[in-house]
């Protein structure tokens, strides 16, 4: 054998998993297609600025990141632990006050807070602050449905929730599963989500720091059984190896397995380099529903070292329709810019686009009833994992990789 485990797939969940499997003294390759590692969760550098591949935040609170690796290390710069709602009026804030107890007059002032959409929200969200297995094993609905349920049916659900829900899930539809949606609410009110200080990049950059062989620009093209264990098609050669675990994308992962691959969600970010835009220090959401924007930010009010010193960073982002990708229906980019400008307050004539990442699949859907730790061993030292074997989110990537790490250490006894 060529080493005890191949994993394939440099993202969150292979990572994590080479991660835990070196950690135990087994000898791991790590082969990831791409010229760089993250998979979805990768950085670039234009012109100065740092532009995450799509707009994504790290949360602190999620549990299996915190047991992986040295959270401070990222230093998160984070956004308010809130939303800003551009509506006719104006730009309305909804902070925490536990967390923001300075906006808290911004807040009561917004018009949202309705006392009886207020007690319909709070009796839809405290199934978040129970048991995580009651959540992941009681019954199960559409989020649009289980809103409706609740009561929750006023401007505070459609100006607010439903916009920037639609950027977390990348699904405008409200068809995710409630008990999904309702993890991510739970993880939002356990901590605040930021940005890396050296990008979204950072985060697997840490998660392989120690890992010696990460070979990159090896893309794998078959998994095949062979004596003693498994072996991998790589550039015109094998590597033989006691185990194989398969955690790429999910569609390359159902090529290579057979292991049938969800519905995609896809989403499509702008990044513009600015000036002169009133400072917004939280994620902005258009309560009007006026253009194809479903999120933007100022990201460098939050993130300073995402911009070079004086200037300013700006991101906008829209969901893609599901299916095949067709390129005929990608936002249109000047509604884009406009939208993103009226969000923001600002005139967008003279921004500079620095960037446009447009990511099919830059989620698996979750639809109900919700289903996690699915198998990740599917036996002869072959095995999968990614988010798309628990929940949609790096929590569910980083879970699925600490998994499956202990499903090859159990058969290779180490």
Do not use: K
Not at 29 to 56: K, P, W, Y
């Amino acid at each position: 054998m060529d080493c005890d485990v191949v994993v394939v797939g440099a993202g969150l969940a292979g990572l994590t998993c080479a991660r835990t499997l070196h950690a135990r003294g087994l000898d791991v390759r790590v082969l990831e297609a791409d010229a760089t590692i993250g998979g979805r969760v990768r950085s670039e550098q234009v012109d100065g600025f740092t532009l995450d591949r799509g707009f994504q935040v790290v949360n602190p609170a999620y549990p299996a990141l915190r047991e992986v690796v040295d959270v401070d290390a990222l230093r998160l710069q984070p956004f308010l632990p809130g939303v800003a709602v551009r509506r006719d009026g104006g730009l309305a804030v909804l902070a925490d006050p536990r967390r923001a107890p300075a906006r808290l007059r911004e807040t009561l002032g917004s018009g949202y807070l309705r006392v009886g959409e207020l007690a319909a929200l709070a009796h839809w969200a405290a199934p978040a602050l129970g048991p995580v297995r009651a959540l992941e094993q009681g019954p199960d609905t559409t989020l649009a449905e289980s809103l409706t349920a609740a009561g929750v049916d006023g401007r505070l659900r459609h100006e607010v929730l439903e916009p920037f829900l639609a950027g977390v899930l990348a699904d405008e539809s409200g068809s995710t599963s409630a008990a999904a949606v309702r993890l991510i609410v739970r993880s939002m009110l356990r901590g605040t989500p930021g940005l890396p200080a050296g990008g979204a990049g950072a985060l697997p950059a840490l998660l392989a720091d120690g890992l010696p062989r990460v070979t990159t620009g090896a893309r794998v093209t078959a998994v095949e059984a062979v004596v003693g264990g498994r072996a991998v098609h790589v550039d015109g050669s094998r590597v033989r190896a006691r185990a194989v675990v398969v955690a790429a994308d999910p569609v390359t992962a159902e090529a290579l397995t057979g292991v049938a691959a969800p519905p995609m969600r896809g989403l499509s970010t702008t990044w513009w380099a600015a000036e002169g835009i009133p400072r917004v220090d939280a994620v902005v959401v258009d309560g009007r529903r006026r253009g194809p924007v479903v999120d933007a930010a100022l990201v460098s009010a939050a993130a300073p070292s995402y911009a070079p010193a004086g200037a300013q960073l700006v991101q906008a982002t829209s969901v893609l329709p599901s299916g095949p990708w067709d390129a005929a229906a990608r936002p249109d980019p000047a509604e884009v810019r406009r939208q993103a400008g009226e969000m923001l307050g600002a005139d967008p004539r003279g921004w500079r686009e620095l960037a446009t990442h447009e990511i099919a699949g830059a989620l698996p859907a979750a639809t109900p009833p919700l289903r996690v730790r699915q198998p990740v061993d599917l036996g002869d030292g072959l095995y999968v994992c990614g988010d798309h074997r628990d929940t949609p989110s790096q929590q569910g990537a980083i879970a699925s990789g600490r998994r499956t790490a202990r499903a090859v250490a159990r058969r290779l006894a180490a």
